[in-house]
């Protein structure tokens, strides 16, 4: 819920918004395109130097945010590596009562191609989201003519999660008032309670919020205004170097 807050008090604040979109979508398809652990590596490494070092996010926030896709990443990797079958037919093989847990050398390599590619496409847009403002990158899309309402749907998207998040922390905390989380039976109960609630809520301040869409003039478009950072120079040469370096590995290992 604070990605808005260090996007907005970061060191590349001032950075050209279109900038920081192109860099991070330049390393996010070499990334992809390449499929190079070195690739990987590199861009993991650099964009976290960057966000830390160049945005000054505290160190603790980044390792946050990314270990917050690391479960997904883990159980993706997982599948990917073991194999069950009925016979012990893999390189590495674990028995499990009436099956076989098998584990191949191909997949256990593939498996870790694909979670550092994961990791790689992560610090990338993180670098992006956690130095450029949820509007500077709207205007940036604006910009680039996609569909003005696929934009604006986005917008109010990512704004409605946040407070969706907001009204169901207070039912928790509600719930847990009432001694509605003391067992686990009840937990489970409170818990159906809470997403049916949420649900009527989230229509009732849809409603609400497009009525103060409308006392405030909205008329079908969104208007976002925010400052126009020209790229510098030397940001130029430093995204142009970035990625000739980027490029210069993935040919060359």
Not at 49 to 74: E, N, R, S
Not at 240 to 249: A, N, R, S, T
Request: net charge positive; aromatic share 14%; glycine share 6%.
């Amino acid at each position: 819920m604070k990605i808005d807050y260090y996007a907005y008090r970061s060191g590349m604040r001032c950075w050209n918004a279109g900038l920081k979109m192109f860099l991070a979508v330049m390393a996010l398809c070499l990334v992809i395109a390449f499929d190079k652990p070195a690739v990987s590596i590199y861009v993991i490494l650099t964009m976290g130097a960057i966000t830390l070092m160049i945005g000054k996010i505290p160190w603790k926030v980044y390792i946050h945010f990314m270990t917050v896709p690391l479960a997904f990443m883990v159980f993706s990797g997982a599948a990917i590596a073991v194999e069950f079958g009925r016979a012990p037919l893999g390189d590495w093989n674990l028995a499990a009562y009436f099956f076989w847990i098998c584990l191949y050398k191909e997949n256990l390599i593939l498996a870790g191609r694909v979670f550092l590619k994961a990791m790689a496409g992560m610090s990338a847009l993180y670098m992006m989201s956690l130095a450029t403002p949820v509007s500077e990158l709207v205007l940036v899309l604006q910009r680039l003519h996609l569909p003005r309402l696929l934009v604006e749907l986005m917008n109010l998207i990512y704004r409605y999660i946040f407070i969706l998040i907001d009204v169901s922390e207070q039912m928790q905390i509600a719930a847990k008032a009432r001694l509605g989380c003391h067992s686990f039976r009840q937990s489970c109960k409170s818990f159906a309670l809470i997403a049916g609630n949420l649900f009527l809520v989230s229509l009732q301040k849809a409603n609400a919020y497009y009525d103060a869409l409308l006392s405030r003039g909205y008329d079908g478009k969104l208007e976002f205004l925010s400052e126009v950072n020209p790229p510098a120079g030397g940001q130029l040469v430093f995204t142009g170097l970035y990625l000739i370096v980027l490029l210069g590995i993935a040919v060359i290992v």
